[in-house]
Nanobody, 130 residues
Framework: QVQLVESGGGSVESGGSLRLSCVAS???????????MGWFRQAPGKEREGVAT???????DYAESVKGRFTISRDNVKSTLYLQMNNLKPDDTATYYC?????????????????????WGQGTQVTVSA
């Protein structure tokens, strides 16, 4: 089981930036690095949305709504996942969750689907004011 702890959330004005971090500990897969990691977000009254994912080799995928503004990255030595968020908009307001899938068979295409991730952090709040 992987333990995930997010940090870096906060309140910013529209156009501002934040950087989220997620530290992973515990079992992180046979390779020692979680196969697929991702960021999800959930706003009140809405379904959880996959924001971005990243393979352990660095390949990434983004939701259309954040392309060009958000960047996902990972430091496998530090077992840390990041989400750099620039040009934030009020619609980005949500609780952001870090997720990990340790094994390739769990999410072979590293899709932004919450059901394909077995480990989750507790969430960090991001609030963007107009």
């Amino acid at each position: 089981q992987v333990q995930l702890v997010e940090s870096g959330g906060g309140s910013v004005e529209s156009g501002g930036s934040l950087r989220l971090s997620c530290v992973a500990s515990g079992y992180t897969g046979d390779s020692g690095n979680n196969y697929c990691m991702g960021w999800f977000r959930q706003a009140p009254g809405k379904e959880r949305e996959g924001v971005a994912t990243i393979y352990n080799d660095g390949d990434t995928d983004y939701a259309e709504s954040v392309k060009g503004r958000f960047t996902i990255s990972r430091d496998n030595v530090k077992s840390t996942l990041y989400l750099q968020m620039n040009n934030l908009k009020p619609d980005d307001t949500a609780t952001y969750y870090c997720a990990a899938e340790t094994e390739r068979w769990g999410n072979p295409l590293c899709r932004r689907a919450s059901a394909l991730f077995r480990s989750w952090g507790q969430g960090t709040q991001v609030t963007v004011s107009a």
